[in-house]
T-cell receptor, first 113, second 117 residues
């Protein structure tokens, strides 16, 4: 059983489109995260939810909107996609507090053409 | 602000040899947790080892061990008996245990390690 699963694994789309990435965890964790990994492999946090409540909202364009219907799911919706949005997006989860680190999904490679 | 610095963008090591990856960090907090994550070509982020800042004893996990120097804010990773499967990007990271920074896992920029047959 996959602990943190993201879908899709690959996403190729045209500029201006709207797309969503879904994430689900079956670990019973309270907290979920979205990270962006750029072309230089740098990982930067975008959002964090604890029990469906937004606790981290880093400086990302308003076109990015997270949604957490319950504590096992955290989806990422992106409007009006731009070339610069091309990256790998990782979902992760952890207990609260996350003293043992995060468990990551396998990532979604988004390519905007 | 919390920062993590990995000064070696790329390293290589012969199979079966030992290699050490460097990491320094900066924080004004005294209690935190440090981690090394591995990202092989498969892209999966895998936790390699964890260290609690209030413990002086260095963590070890099989062939992986750390050298934690709290005063110097240094947290290096040693890989012994390197194997081809160790080829990956390695990320140093930490979390402030008090909740400062909202428990954000802050990463360094990574070190690309290649194990040569």
């Amino acid at each position: 059983d996959t602990a943190v699963s993201q879908t899709p694994k690959y996403l190729v789309t045209q500029m201006g489109n709207d797309k969503s990435i879904k994430c689900e965890q079956n670990l019973g964790h309270d907290t979920m995260y979205w990270y962006k990994q750029d072309s230089k492999k740098f990982l930067k946090i975008m959002f964090s939810y604890n029990n469906k409540e937004l606790i981290i909202n880093e400086t990302v364009p308003n076109r990015f909107s997270p949604k957490s219907p319950d504590k096992a799911h955290l989806n990422l919706h992106i409007n009006s996609l731009e070339l610069g949005d091309s990256a790998v997006y990782f979902c992760a989860s952890s207990p609260f507090p996350p003293n043992y680190g995060y468990t990551f999904g396998s990532g979604t490679r988004l390519t905007v053409v | 602000a919390q920062t993590v610095t990995q000064s070696q963008p790329e390293m290589s090591v012969q199979e079966a040899e030992t290699v050490t990856l460097s990491c320094t960090y900066d924080t004004s907090e005294s209690n935190y947790y440090l981690f090394w994550y591995k990202q092989p070509p498969s892209r999966q982020m895998i936790l390699v080892i964890r260290q609690e800042a209030y413990k002086q004893q260095n963590a070890t996990e099989n062939r992986f061990s750390v050298n934690f120097q709290k005063a110097a804010k240094s947290f290096s990773l040693k890989i012994s008996d390197s194997q081809l499967g160790d080829t990956a990007m390695y990320f140093c990271a930490f979390i402030i245990s008090s909740g400062a920074g909202s428990y954000q896992l802050t990463f360094g920029k990574g070190t690309k390690l290649s194990v040569i047959p």
